[in-house]
């Protein structure tokens, strides 16, 4: 049972454009989405984040997009640069399980020069 | 150091062996959990610490895995009588109290079971 789903195992974008990345999820008990990203041969790191309370969380270059209608949230990276080639998981909680995170897939991203 | 660390890095071990991972968490954080990721899938849920609240352990695969919490502090994860399908990155990550911040994730040990 997949609860967190990224349909896009990889996804290649130029330079400067702008990077999109899905996120659908089942479980409407989550009530807070993450993105992760991970370099080889590394941990995922803490990317983003954004309550249910909230459609739109912004810093930097990094804006997440949550459509809780629709069970689906967005990762947008604009303007994207090489450095952010690496894998995009998204992530989430429900609030009666602690801090524990379910997570998609991931999605690599490959951003070209 | 700073971060969350994971020993060892990597471990080759045959079949029906056991292995134990080690992590240290950052300091001062009370949460710590086991992942793990497998060839091509996303990150698998193991087991969480709170504090000096029960485990939750629903996530373990199977009786043959175990993990303790030593001191609110060191976490080992053990696997007996590994199999193939045990192989995996095993990632180890510590967080902070209030609920929903975010988790600090180790390098991961990979383990090769032959």
């Known amino acids: 049972d997949q609860q967190v789903k990224q349909n896009s195992p990889s996804l290649s974008v130029q330079e400067g454009r702008i990077s999109i990345l899905n996120c659908d999820y089942t479980n409407s008990m989550f009530d807070y989405f993450l993105w992760y990203k991970k370099y080889p041969a590394e941990g995922p790191t803490f990317l983003i984040s954004?309550?249910?309370?909230?459609d739109k969380n912004e810093d930097g270059r990094f804006t997440v997009f949550l459509n809780k209608s629709a069970k689906h949230l967005s990762l947008h990276i604009v303007p994207s640069q090489p450095g952010d080639s690496a894998v995009y998981f998204c992530a989430a909680s429900a609030r009666d399980s602690g801090s524990r995170l379910t997570f998609g897939e991931g999605t690599q991203l490959t951003v070209n020069p | 150091g700073a971060g969350v660390s994971q020993s060892p890095s990597n471990k080759v071990t045959e079949k029906g062996k056991d292995v134990e991972l080690r992590c240290d968490p950052i300091?001062?954080?009370?949460?710590l959990y086991w992942y793990r990721q497998s060839l091509g899938q996303g990150l698998e849920f193991l087991i969480y610490f709170q504090g000096n609240s029960a485990p939750d352990k629903s996530g373990l695969p199977s009786d043959r895995f175990s993990a303790e919490r030593t001191g609110g502090s060191v976490s080992t994860l053990t696997i007996q009588r590994t199999q193939q399908e045990d192989s995996a990155v095993y990632l180890c990550?510590?967080?902070?109290?209030?609920?929903?911040?975010?988790?600090?994730f180790g390098n991961g040990t990979r383990l090769t079971v032959t």
């Open positions: 990550a510590s967080s902070l109290v209030p609920l929903n911040s975010p988790l600090h």
């Open positions: 300091s001062g954080h009370t949460a």
């Open positions: 954004i309550s249910s309370i909230k």
